[in-house]
């Protein structure tokens, strides 16, 4: 199904000829005398009404969707009081944009951690005759297609990074929104509507794992925290080293110099306050 464009024509005319008609005719109506013509008229009075059936109204961001004994006609999208042939059957589609937020689902990501997601879905129907022929509901089509794409997506990032450079959940919400918009669009193509905008609006671990998963964060922070303390401190224990041996300050041997690097590392690296010892000689 292809949307075509249908020509319309303005219905104030059409309506404007019927009231003078209508007027015309309840003022012959009051007159006894002119039974005949009241007679006469009402074949006129009903083929009036007949063509000022054909008449219907189209708001901004509005289409009407014709079709004639079951054939698809043509799509009118010219607003105001519009006039089509009486036979044709008219149906109003919005062109608004529209927006949703979908439930909560519960699904398994890439490492296969249950979590909690959701999202919030802009879409706007873009081919009327689309809407109307190639889908049965497609209000419902566009959001059971839509849980559909979020469990698809959410099934194929972690949650967390683990790896420098990996795509999840969590730390990459661009890509990941623009990777769901795409999903949807191709999903939401048939039916004529396309998606402006997608993103994930919730998203956490289930709550049966949320507990450990809590823990096992935290486990991750405290070994990138020790890892860059040990970094930086290795860096400032072979800068003085370096600075003693150029200024010639004291001569060490290698066993001092492993002594003066355990020593550093203690106090560099330590969650408490060094608690310095003053060697006062044998």
């Not at 944009?97 to 879905?121: M, Q, W, Y």
């Not at 959940?169 to 949807?184: C, D, G, K, V, Y």
Request: net charge negative.
């Amino acid at each position: 199904m292809t949307e075509k464009p249908k020509a319309s024509f303005s219905g104030l005319p059409v309506l404007i000829a019927a009231v003078l008609f209508l007027g015309f005719y309840f003022i012959a109506s009051i007159d006894a005398k002119n039974e005949a013509s009241i007679i006469l008229g009402f074949p006129l009075l009903a083929l009036v009404i007949f063509v000022m059936s054909g008449c219907y109204k189209l708001e901004p961001n509005q289409a009407a969707v014709l079709s004639f004994f079951g054939k698809y006609s043509g799509t009118v999208r010219d607003t105001g009081l519009r006039w089509n042939n009486p036979l044709y059957q008219k149906k109003k589609i919005s062109l608004r944009v529209r927006n949703f937020e979908s439930g909560r689902l519960k699904v398994n990501e890439l490492d296969g951690s249950p979590i909690e997601i959701a999202a919030v879905i802009v879409w706007q129907v873009e081919g009327a005759a689309e809407a109307v022929y190639n889908v049965d509901d497609y209000e419902s089509f566009v959001h059971i297609q839509s849980e559909a794409a979020l469990r698809a997506m959410a099934t194929s990032y972690p949650y967390d990074q683990h790896e420098e450079g990996q795509l999840s959940l969590r730390s990459h919400a661009a890509e990941i929104s623009a990777h769901l918009q795409s999903e949807l669009t191709d999903r939401l193509a048939d039916a004529g509507v396309a998606v402006l905008d997608a993103r994930i609006s919730h998203l956490a671990y289930a709550p049966e794992i949320a507990q450990a998963m809590l823990q096992r964060q935290q486990a991750n922070a405290v070994i990138a925290a020790r890892s860059r303390i040990v970094k930086g401190a290795v860096s400032m224990v072979e800068a003085a080293l370096a600075q003693l041996q150029a200024h010639g300050t004291v001569k060490l041997d290698d066993a001092q110099k492993a002594a003066i690097v355990g020593n550093l590392l203690v106090v560099l690296c330590s969650e408490r306050g060094s608690q310095p010892t003053i060697n006062a000689g044998s």
